[in-house]
Structures are given as structure tokens and as C-alpha cells.
């Protein structure tokens, strides 16, 4: 997987070791572990998808961690993004919806032994003020309305932002950005994500 990883054009060391680390298998429903290596989502509980390998490496690349960082990541999941996250950073907090998964994901990270990493659950549109300000956040699950403002303010001065953001609020073909705390906007790449839940404010 890390040679295929570089291949495609990853350099950053700290991910790549840290995917050469993380066993991706681990975060998987069973009857998937045999694809874990795969170049490919798989589907993980609650109808929801555990990213690619690329697109997991693309977007921690794209943090531009050099290890001493807070972390806030939305969208658990698997919870396999988070592991991969806080090796590359100092700490991490990682928020998903889905109880199921928020739950299953905090038993598989702790039994491996994460402990720079805290799961919550509940909407992470909305961030962790109580945590804020964070260094970099990765929303791992499709914006229709642009970045949500509660990310952007809790950017810390030189902060980075990155998330996919797409026309519809199904989910779908969008597009992967990266924001800095200056405003300065980059559209990383094309991409394809499940839906981010937004609840009423
Ligand atoms: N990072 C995950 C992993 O490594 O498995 C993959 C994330 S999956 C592509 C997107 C996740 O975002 C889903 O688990 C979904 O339930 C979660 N999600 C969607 N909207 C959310 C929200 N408003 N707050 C927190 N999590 C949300």
C-alpha cells in the first residue's frame, strides 16, 4: 500500500510511516479485512465508508503535520483516519454522529493503545470550542454549503483546514479544498464522499 501511496505521488515521510504502521484491517467489519490494502472505500457500519487509502493520505498530507499539533478531526467513522492522525500529531479529537460508530471506534483505538486521542460524539459541523483552537481539522465527510463557519473560526492562527465540499446534500462528486486561517483557498483535487449530516442550529 505505501509503495502504491508513493507511486501516486505522496511524499510526506510521517504519513506514509504512519500507514505502514496503522493496521488498516483492524477497523474493518470482518467479512472486509481481507481488502484492507485495497485502493478503494469500504463500507463500514451505519451506511457509512471508510475512505480510500489515497484519499486518507492526500488529505493527512495536506495538514501538513510536523508532530506537534492539535488535531480536530470530523467524521470518525472507523476511526482508522484518527489512528492515522495522531501519529502524525500531538493530539487529536475526533467527533461522529453515529453512536454505533463513535462507540465501536473508541473500543478498537483504545484497545490499540491511542491514547493523544479523544472520541465524541455528536455533530462536528460544530467543532469542540472546548478544545479550540486547533492547528488543522479534517472533515472527512461532504459539506454542501461551503466549509462550516464553527471550522473555520476554531482555526488557529496558521491553521489548515481541509474537506471535501459539494453541490448537493446527498453526498457524492465534490470537490477536496484546503483552507488556511489567512482565507487563502486551494481545491486540492475532485472527490467523491458521503454526505456530512447537518443538523438545524
Ligand atoms: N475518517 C473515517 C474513517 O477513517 O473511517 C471515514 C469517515 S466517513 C467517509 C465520514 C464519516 O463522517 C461517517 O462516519 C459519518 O457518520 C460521519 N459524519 C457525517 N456527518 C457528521 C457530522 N455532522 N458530525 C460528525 N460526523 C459526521
Known amino acids: 500500500m505505501v509503495q502504491d501511496l508513493r507511486e501516486r505521488g505522496i511524499g510526506d515521510e510521517r504519513v506514509l510511516a504512519a500507514m505502514a504502521r ?4 483492524r477497523f474493518l467489519p470482518a467479512e472486509f479485512a481481507a481488502e484492507a490494502y485495497a485502493s478503494s472505500p469500504l463500507p463500514i457500519p451505519a451506511g457509512q465508508t ?3 487509502p489515497y484519499i486518507v493520505a492526500v488529505m493527512t498530507a495536506a495538514l501538513e503535520l510536523t508532530g506537534i499539533e492539535r488535531v480536530l478531526e470530523v467524521g470518525t467513522g472507523s476511526g482508522y483516519g484518527a489512528a492515522i492522525l495522531s501519529r502524525c500529531a500531538e493530539q487529536v479529537v475526533t467527533i461522529e ?3 454505533g460508530l463513535a462507540r465501536s471506534a473508541a473500543r478498537v483505538l483504545d484497545r490499540q493503545g491511542y491514547h493523544n486521542l479523544e472520541v465524541r460524539l455528536g455533530d462536528g459541523a460544530r467543532g469542540a470550542p472546548d478544545r479550540a483552537p486547533f492547528d488543522a481539522i479534517s472533515m472527512t465527510a461532504m459539506a454542501s ?8 473560526d476554531q482555526l488557529a492562527p496558521g491553521g489548515r483546514l481541509v474537506g471535501p465540499v459539494g453541490p448537493g446534500p446527498r453526498g457524492g462528486d465534490g470537490e477536496l479544498l ?3 486561517s489567512d482565507g487563502h483557498l486551494e481545491t486540492l483535487m475532485p472527490v467523491r464522499f458521503v454526505p456530512l449530516i447537518s443538523e438545524p442550529s
Open 22 to 25: 496503522v493496521p488498516r484491517e
Open 97 to 99: 454522529y453515529h453512536p
Open 178 to 180: 484546503r483552507l488556511r
Open 50 to 52: 471508510i475512505s480510500a
Open 145 to 152: 454549503g461551503g466549509l462550516p463557519e464553527p471550522l473555520v
